[in-house]
């Protein structure tokens, strides 16, 4: 069969990030000639840490930074770790080995708990890392991680940490999962979470965020920085001023984003993606296919779905992107043509599901997947409508 396209199909994304992009968000975008030492921008920077508080679940206010979601993996890194401390890493995909990554770079002694592909790490794993070393100074995982859909025990494994010392750092990546999953930095005594714009919050990459506990605040390292300095950032932004010149359109686009989800309600946002993964996991079992992850890591960020073996998994996204234009991930490395990965991250309405899932069936049947066409949107709308 060749590549031929849908008559009038854009290209969607149903990749976990970059995320669609809202229309208030593109609008925001247009404003042009803003002065970021200005009274009204530093509002703006004010309003978005302040409406950012409710996603990380802090009343510490969260600091913006100019990078990618990685520069504030390595801000916290170089914030809070010295040469040669003793870390823990609990890792299970691409994004904790990001971690053991910048940690080993940083000089610190990395301990890594690995769970296999598609498994979480466990509480009695951690438990196990903190006996062969009991007094790390930080422990870094995911909330989720996004290289294989699975989503982490948080409050559980901060708990353990917790049980053992108040003085261990506790250091989320949720980059992948504010939006999507609840976080409660304050009542689950994390001391650093981390998030990236082009996720949950459905603007362009280039904007990340770190919010930081009291605790953690008191005990920076002395290790040398300067771009990352959070504590400059930190004084700055208490009235605004960001220590260098931000990504001024993202900042923009991120307050209207935020403004969108603050109307909706965190609440209404989290339960959106809940009925959005619902959604989806009705539609893939309605397919006769199975999920990657077991059901004690289910993510509402994204589905990740096992190819079976009887189709090759890299044609079913060639043929969603080339002929429905839907942009929809596979896996990486040992996971490559094995696991596709459907995101509902941020801001994708119902309707826009349907499309994804309405392409994802037709690439699905192209590559040889035989099953009745429509089965999985039916089910996933009658998910939809009885979650109005
Ligand atoms: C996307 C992502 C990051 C950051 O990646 P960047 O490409 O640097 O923005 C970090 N962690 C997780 C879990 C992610 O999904």
Known sequence: MDNRREPFTPNRLFAPGPTPTPAVVKAAYQQTDIYHRSKEFETLVKECSEMLKRLFGTTTQPVLLTSSGTGAMEAAVVNLTSPGDEVIVLSCGKFGERWQKIAANYECQVQMVTAPNGKVPTVTDLKEALKRCPKPRAVFFQ???????????????????????????????????????????????????????QKGFGVGP???????????????????????????????????????????????????????????????????????????????????????????????TLTAIKVPSAINGADVLTFAKARYGAIISGGQDDLKGKIIRFSHLGFVSPFQLIEGLAALEFALSDAGWEFQIGVGVSAAMIELHRHR
């Open 143 to 197: 909330a989720h991680e996004t290289s294989t859909g699975v989503r982490l025990p948080v409050e559980e494994l901060a708990a353990a940490i917790r049980a053992l010392s108040k003085d261990i750092m506790i250091i989320v990546d949720a980059v992948s999962s504010l939006g999507a999953h609840e976080i409660k930095m304050d009542q689950w005594s994390l001391d650093c979470v981390i998030s990236g714009s």
């Open 206 to 300: 280039g904007l990340s965020f770190v919010a930081l506990s009291n605790r953690a605040w008191q005990d920076l390292s002395k290790r040398s920085r300067f771009y990352f300095d959070l504590e400059k950032e930190r004084k700055g932004q208490e009235t605004g001023r960001t220590a260098y010149t931000p990504a001024i359109n993202l900042v923009l686009g991120l307050h209207a984003a935020l403004v969108e989800i603050s109307q909706l309600g965190v609440d209404q946002f989290l339960a959106h993606h809940e009925r959005l993964g619902r959604a989806t996991r009705a539609a893939v079992a309605a397919l006769g296919l199975e999920l990657f992850v077991d059901t004690n890591a289910i993510s509402n």
